[in-house]
């Protein structure tokens, strides 16, 4: 198994493997309504969203984290590793998606965009991914602001792609980042 990229600390937050006392946070602001307006699970069931959580630090693939400020969680990060549909010889730990979500109560503050950027350090730093996406609804204009702030490409929009229980098919865009762009980035900021 390859090596958490967490604990880490950017921009004032504490990214770090979730533990048994953080679930009560993360289901207190889970199924919020605006958050569920935005995610195509509309409900996690809060015994689901325990066994999930719990199964993390074991997990080979998922590198889902909590965010936490101030001693307090404030999001969850989520990083998983995909390794293609199955092709025969398909290298493995290459690939992964992102996804995040603020507790509303602390949105606004620059969280999602400093827990996208950190799941990408983590992804490419950490887990030395070649490539890393993330998804969101076309409408989700917070979240599509968070992926370009943090630097994301968008290389899609696929058309009513996305069903939602209450919204109906639905726009979504992709994007993605490969690891040589993010190094790239690095070469340039430390030249700046
Ligand atoms: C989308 C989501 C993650 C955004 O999180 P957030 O912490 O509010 O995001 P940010 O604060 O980084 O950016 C949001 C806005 O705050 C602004 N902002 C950034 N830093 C800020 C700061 N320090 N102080 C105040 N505002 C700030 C940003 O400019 C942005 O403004 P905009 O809406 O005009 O683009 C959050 O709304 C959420 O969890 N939504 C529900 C779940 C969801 O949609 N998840 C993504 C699925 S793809």
């Given at each position: 198994m390859k090596e958490s990229p967490w604990p880490m600390r950017l921009e004032g937050l504490l990214f770090r493997e979730v533990v048994e006392s953080d679930l009560d946070v993360l289901i207190s602001f889970r199924n919020d309504p605006g958050v569920n307006h935005f995610m195509v699970r509309t409900y996690v069931d809060p015994d689901d969203?325990?066994?999930?959580?719990?199964?993390?630090?074991?997990?080979?693939?998922?590198?889902?984290?909590?965010?936490?400020?101030?001693?307090?969680?404030?999001?969850?990060?989520?990083?998983?590793i995909v390794d293609g549909?199955?092709?025969?010889?398909?290298?493995?730990?290459?690939?992964?998606?992102?996804?995040?979500?603020?507790?509303?109560?602390?949105?606004?503050?620059?969280?999602?965009?400093?827990?996208a950027r950190a799941l990408l350090r983590g992804a490419f730093d950490g887990l030395r991914l070649r490539r890393v996406t993330a998804a969101a609804n076309a409408d989700n204009l917070a979240s599509v602001g968070v992926l370009e702030?943090?630097?994301?490409?968008?290389?899609?929009?696929?058309?009513?792609?996305?069903?939602h229980r209450d919204l109906g098919w639905l726009d979504e865009v992709g994007y993605a980042l490969l690891h040589d762009e993010w190094a790239a980035r690095i070469g340039e900021t430390a030249h700046t």
């Open positions: 969203l325990r066994r999930e959580w719990l199964a993390v630090p074991s997990s080979p693939t998922d590198y889902s984290c909590v965010v936490e400020r101030d001693g307090r969680v404030v999001a969850m990060g989520f990083l998983e549909a199955g092709q025969p010889g398909h290298p493995t730990g290459t690939e992964g998606v992102i996804g995040y979500i603020v507790d509303p109560r602390a949105a606004g503050q620059g969280i999602g965009t400093a827990t702030r943090a630097g994301m490409r968008r290389e899609r929009h696929a058309l009513k792609a996305l069903w």
